[in-house]
């Protein structure tokens, strides 16, 4: 059973940073894909990034580009999310996903195509 923990969430001025962290255990197949997504109050939930776990390719979408890094952890099973130069724009609940196998990373931000999903984090950019 695949098992999503998410942390390091919580208030930061507006240019500030955060790291988000993410425990994806569970999977069967041998690659799999870990992202982020957001949902910012009164909006739908929106892609944020991804990264493959074999080859550690990676996609953002375009709001987050140049400002955030993900990364991961293969040998801890832990996926990051480095965010810089934060905005008030980027408020919102940040949930780590995982789809079992290998996938289009753009298909996989820009639909939101997860299997699984972790219980959200808060991530508050005050201006």
């Known amino acids: 059973e695949v098992q999503i923990v998410e942390s390091g969430g919580g208030l930061v001025h507006s240019g500030g940073s955060l790291r988000l962290s993410c425990a994806a255990s569970?999977?069967?197949?041998?690659?799999?894909?870990i992202g982020w997504a957001r949902q910012a109050p009164g909006k739908e939930r929106e892609g944020v990034s991804a990264i493959s776990h074999k080859n550690s390719n990676t996609h953002y979408a375009d709001s987050t580009k140049g400002r955030f890094t993900i990364s991961n952890d293969n040998a801890n099973n832990m996926v990051y999310l480095q965010m810089n130069n934060l905005k008030p724009d980027d408020t919102g609940v940040y949930y780590c996903?995982?789809?079992?196998?290998?996938?289009?990373?753009?298909?996989?931000?820009?639909?939101?195509?997860?299997?699984?999903w972790g219980q959200g984090i808060q991530v508050t950019v005050s201006s």
């Open positions: 996903a995982a789809l079992d196998g290998p996938a289009d990373l753009e298909f996989v931000v820009r639909r939101g195509a997860y299997d699984y």
């Open positions: 569970g999977f069967i197949l041998p690659d799999y894909v």
